[in-house]
């Protein structure tokens, strides 16, 4: 019998005949040291790098439950939303500040983020908790005056449970998962809470176990990326299957399918289904199906590389959005 494929023993051989993956990255040799060159490597630079402005576009998300309503038309709900947005983007570069302050010991013995400029040393880890601290404190303050209380409680609570995380809940097996998950879903819901829009059991439950997908898929490309050498890095790696990975987003791929499917072909207050919101079941299974493509491949590890470069997965989305459009319209 086969043995069980695990993070602290050698990566899964590939299958025989199987061409090489063009998508994944080379292993890195060893961390590299020194500060990067140009703008990266001035503390401007530092810090831009270090709030992650390609993770950014999650926080789209705030528009999920506005857009599944169809209240996007008027301009009162368009500035409320770019309000969260930028609370939220607030609420996470602090996150980002604490958490690269916390760990730059560590990062400096990973291949990869002992690059980021805190660990390099293009931040001073003192300043990096300061304004780390300041942004938490700013984004919270901010959405108690200028928002209303349900959506200033549920920001309070997201950088709450991010700074648990950063602390000692990202160490807690399956825990860890579902902190991230949770922090997806509460981006979905923060747009439904801030306009007053109610969020449906299938909404809810389609953006759990979708985040879900995304954030297994994404620690399952780390292992297969990483191997042995992550359990250095990211300790609770070694705890984790790569087998069990695989189930976990797996399920949750076809949790949130079911979810949008039992939507999409139900009756709302006993009217007839929208032949549109019924098609938009395809590019939703199309795209969940490519993107488990590049999960098998062990190159989602940055799902906002996957979602902005492929191509193919793009065109499926705007359809599935064009689709989606017209079923709120009522076509």
């Given at each position: 019998?086969?043995e ?53 576009v ?14 996007l ?23 980002y ?13 990973h ?30 303050v901010a ?64 953006a ?10 994404k ?15 990211r ?31 139900g ?39 996957v979602l ?19 079923s709120?319209?009522?076509?």
């Amino acid at each position: 019998m086969a043995e069980r494929s695990t993070l602290t023993g050698s990566p899964a051989p590939q299958p025989p005949g199987r061409p090489a993956d063009p998508h994944r990255l080379a292993p890195t040799a060893g961390p590299t040291t020194g500060r990067p060159h140009g703008f990266a490597g001035t503390l401007p630079g530092g810090l831009l790098l270090t709030v992650r402005p390609r993770q950014w576009v999650k926080n789209l998300l705030v528009v999920a439950a506005p857009a599944a309503a169809g209240k996007l038309a008027a301009v009162h709900t368009v500035l409320e939303l770019v309000l969260v947005f930028a609370l939220f983007t607030a609420a996470a570069s602090a996150v980002y500040l604490l958490n690269d302050a916390r760990d730059a010991e560590a990062d400096r013995a990973h291949p990869d983020k002992c690059r980021r400029p805190v660990a390099a040393g293009t931040v001073p880890v003192p300043l990096a908790y300061i304004l780390g601290s300041l942004l938490a404190l700013a984004s919270g303050v901010a959405a108690a005056l200028l928002c209303n209380a349900a959506t200033a409680a549920l920001l309070a609570a997201y950088v709450a449970m991010q700074i648990a995380y950063c602390l000692r809940l990202k160490r807690v097996l399956v825990v860890d998962l579902a902190v991230v998950t949770a922090g997806f879903v509460m981006r979905a819901m923060s747009g439904g809470l801030a306009l007053g829009i109610p969020l449906s059991r299938w909404f809810l439950i389609t953006a759990g176990f979708g985040a879900l997908f995304m954030v297994a898929g994404k620690r399952y490309s780390e292992a297969l990326l990483m191997g042995e050498g992550e359990g250095e890095t990211r300790a609770l790696l070694r705890e984790y299957t790569v087998g069990y990975l695989r189930f976990v987003w797996q399920l949750a791929a076809g949790a949130a399918v079911l979810a949008y499917c039992l939507w999409a072909l139900g009756t709302d207050a006993g009217a007839g289904v929208s032949l549109c919101r019924q098609l938009s079941m395809v590019p939703l299974i199309l795209a969940v199906l490519r993107y488990a493509v590049f999960i098998d491949r062990g190159s989602a590890g940055s799902p906002e590389d996957v979602l902005l470069r492929d191509r193919p997965l793009a065109v499926t989305a705007v359809c599935w959005g064009l689709l989606y459009g017209l079923s709120v319209a009522g076509l």
